[in-house]
């Protein structure tokens, strides 16, 4: 048989598990810091509201806004890279500017192409938009490691890459500590 004490410490500990759930959930609420993403048409790739520098705060509403409203070929990005994952894959794109179009550096094939990757695009070349997940804004920024070890490649391979097509590149990239 249960005690009454053993009963009455049971519910304690369940009503305190209880009240800082609710209290976690509700500052979480209500001051937005949970929201880590925000999806960009037309693919609904998901652009960083995590970093001052690509998603500067809004002084109207307070909240993380994107430098860009949208990602197509032609998007200009007043901060390079910039920065957009597929949930769906291990890793995000790195992107550049360029005279000809939107570039993007893929870290898993450490290449630089132009955006949109092949898979974003239908059989005619226009939008396929992805379905996100179910709390995709919850995703947890990338491992600052990630943009350490990435961003100094990508910007070197994007730079070549500009090289290649006769395009002076920019003098200089963001470091990977300022988009952190």
């Known amino acids: 048989m249960i005690s009454k004490g053993k009963l009455s410490e049971s519910f304690l500990k369940v009503y305190v598990i209880i009240g800082l759930a609710a209290l976690l959930l509700g500052y979480a609420t209500a001051t937005g810091a949970a929201q880590y993403w925000a ?23 307070g909240l993380p806004t994107p430098i860009v409203t949208s990602l197509t070929t032609s998007t200009k990005l007043s901060v390079q ?7 769906y894959a291990p890793y995000p794109y790195l992107l550049y500017c360029s005279p000809l179009g939107m570039a993007y550096f893929d870290p898993y094939w450490k290449s630089v192409s132009f955006w949109p990757p092949s898979y974003l695009k239908n059989a ?3 939008p396929s938009p992805l379905t996100l997940p179910a709390a995709y804004e919850l995703l947890p920024p990338p491992n600052p490691s990630f943009l350490l070890t990435y961003v100094p490649l990508a910007n070197t391979a994007a730079s070549n890459f500009l090289i290649s097509l006769g395009i002076v590149p920019p003098i200089t990239y963001l470091t990977a500590s300022a988009l952190i």
């Open 124 to 126: 005619v070349g226009l």
């Open 81 to 87: 890279p910039g920065l957009t994952w597929d949930p």
């Open 39 to 61: 999806a960009l048409p037309p693919y609904n790739t998901l652009w960083p509201l995590w970093s001052p520098l690509l998603s500067p705060i809004d002084s109207a509403t």
